[in-house]
């Protein structure tokens, strides 16, 4: 398993930006497929964007299209997330995913789903105020 670690979470107001990122070690994190997914107090974790381990697809949530982008650079280890036009909404813990046999996979039906990911970040606060 790869080990994952989030940063880049924060306080912002509706409308602005930021951006996360998402450390890796351990495993070859270039085999790996990743996702992005986030809980709010309350209510189940649920899926926001995944990228597959070569990068050539991305997937996402309706919730987000448009004004979220995930990317990785596979050099660095690192998988982002690029949230934009943020909403009061979106206030969520947000969690890193690796999933070993993604490259297998394709599709929101896999991606979207935390069951098939093997490997799990601690979380990162994003916090949107109206």
């Known amino acids: 398993q790869v080990q994952l670690v989030e940063s880049g979470g924060g306080l912002v107001q509706a409308g602005g930006s930021l951006r996360l990122s998402c450390a890796a070690s351990g495993r070859s994190f270039s085999s790996y497929a990743m996702g992005w997914f986030r809980q709010a107090p309350g209510k189940e974790r649920e899926f926001v964007a995944a990228i597959s381990w070569s990068g050539g697809s991305t997937y996402s949530a309706d919730s987000v299209k448009g004004r979220f982008t995930i990317s990785r650079d596979n050099a660095k280890n690192t998988v982002y997330l690029q949230m934009n036009s943020l909403k009061p909404e979106d206030t969520a813990v947000y969690y890193c995913?690796?999933?070993?046999?993604?490259?297998?996979?394709?599709?929101?039906?896999?991606?979207?789903?935390?069951?098939?990911?093997?490997?799990w970040g601690q979380g990162t606060q994003v916090t949107v105020s109206s």
């Open positions: 995913a690796g999933w070993w046999r993604g490259r297998y996979y394709s599709g929101t039906n896999y991606y979207g789903d935390p069951d098939e990911y093997d490997s």
